[in-house]
């Protein structure tokens, strides 16, 4: 057998783990680079323009490693399958604002346990499609 069985609940403790990193990856992919204020009070950089700072440069690292993770985690959203479950994954953990549970299932018209019943599914599934099942964690045959 490929694969073992999946630990549904470490799948879906890595998945909400990742997910929950969103909001901070938003923040990082969207900041602007704003030189600091020098003690002469000089908005312009001291080093030549052609040779950018390293601090500079490791903005932008940061910032585009930031937004390829966002489009990792957007993909994987996409391509849940169904749209409700997708849904429910985008209003919990994308959304700029941080929101409580009991604040989005009424808004979904889902029950509570509606709700947590279909969140489960939507981040096993999340598991499998992101980075080809990079959250997946497996139980093989001997392991106890």
Do not use: H, W
């Not at 900041?31 to 323009?49: F, G, I, N, Q, R």
């Amino acid at each position: 057998m490929l694969f073992g069985e999946v630990l549904k609940n470490k799948t879906k403790e890595n998945a909400d783990n990742t997910l929950k990193n969103y909001r901070v990856l938003l923040r990082i992919a969207g900041e602007e680079y704003s030189p600091k204020v020098t003690a002469t009070y000089s908005l312009e950089p001291k080093s030549a323009p052609s040779s950018p700072s390293r601090q500079t440069e490791q903005m932008v690292i940061r910032r585009v490693s930031a937004q390829q993770e966002l489009e990792l985690m957007a993909s994987a959203i996409n391509r849940l399958s169904d749209l409700n479950l997708s849904q429910i994954l985008i209003e919990r953990y994308c959304r700029v604002r941080f929101r409580q549970d009991k604040a989005i299932y009424p808004s979904l018209g889902y029950s509570e346990s509606e709700y947590y019943r279909l969140l489960d599914r939507a981040l096993l599934e999340f598991a499998e499609a992101y980075k080809a099942g990079e959250l997946l964690e497996y139980r093989f045959l001997g392991d106890n």
